[in-house]
């Protein structure tokens, strides 16, 4: 049996966080698919009633995927409650190379990848910068609060 993988999010706006992930993980929004111009035709299409879809849904993509076809797709899906606690599973951007680059290197590389998505619409929650062990990380929120780290 074969099996993929999707990452689900929950959020209140997917445009925004499509916008925002496909700039973090240098993805691209997923087009609809063949033979329908918009996500809107495809459901249509698929028998979804008007009544069922979101309005505005299927007008812009929500969902992204990694364009070498090697990472999961990612779909952020519109619910009505917004977040509240801290979320249970989170991404964490490996930037840094791991223990066999220089703490320096990999310092400099998690700072600037920060501050990349700090200019897309992340906020920095908090760094961690460890010199004995090593350990130089920083948690982030996207734009709509969601945590996810960088390493």
Same mark, same amino acid.
């Given at each position: 049996?074969?099996?993929? /993988?999707? /990452?689900?999010?929950?959020?209140?706006?997917?445009?925004?966080?499509?916008?925002?992930?496909?700039?973090? /993980?240098?993805?691209?929004? *997923?087009?609809?698919?063949?033979?329908?111009?918009?996500?809107?035709?495809?459901?249509?299409?698929?028998?979804?009633?008007?009544?069922?879809?979101?309005?505005?849904?299927?007008?812009?993509?929500?969902?992204?995927?990694?364009?070498?076809?090697?990472?999961?797709?990612?779909?952020?899906?519109?619910?009505?409650?917004?977040?509240?606690?801290?979320?249970?599973?989170?991404?964490?951007?490996?930037?840094?190379?791991?223990?066999?680059?220089?703490?320096?290197?990999?310092?400099?590389?998690?700072?600037?990848?920060?501050?990349?998505?700090?200019?897309?619409?992340?906020?920095?929650?908090?760094?961690?910068?460890?010199?004995?062990?090593?350990?130089?990380?920083?948690? /982030?929120?996207?734009?709509?609060?969601? *945590?996810?780290?960088?390493?």
């Amino acid at each position: 049996m074969e099996m993929t /993988l999707q /990452l689900t999010v929950d959020c209140a706006d997917p445009r925004r966080l499509v916008a925002f992930w496909s700039e973090a /993980l240098g993805y691209v929004p *997923e087009a609809p698919p063949g033979g329908h111009a918009t996500w809107r035709d495809y459901w249509v299409a698929s028998g979804v009633p008007d009544e069922e879809l979101p309005a505005g849904a299927g007008d812009t993509p929500e969902s992204i995927v990694d364009p070498a076809g090697q990472g999961p797709r990612v779909w952020f899906q519109q619910v009505p409650e917004p977040k509240t606690a801290k979320n249970r599973i989170h991404f964490d951007l490996k930037v840094g190379g791991g223990r066999d680059v220089p703490v320096a290197v990999r310092r400099q590389r998690v700072a600037a990848e920060v501050e990349r998505l700090v200019r897309a619409g992340a906020t920095v929650v908090r760094t961690t910068d460890e010199p004995d062990s090593g350990h130089c990380a920083a948690l /982030l929120r996207d734009p709509e609060g969601n *945590e996810f780290c960088v390493v």
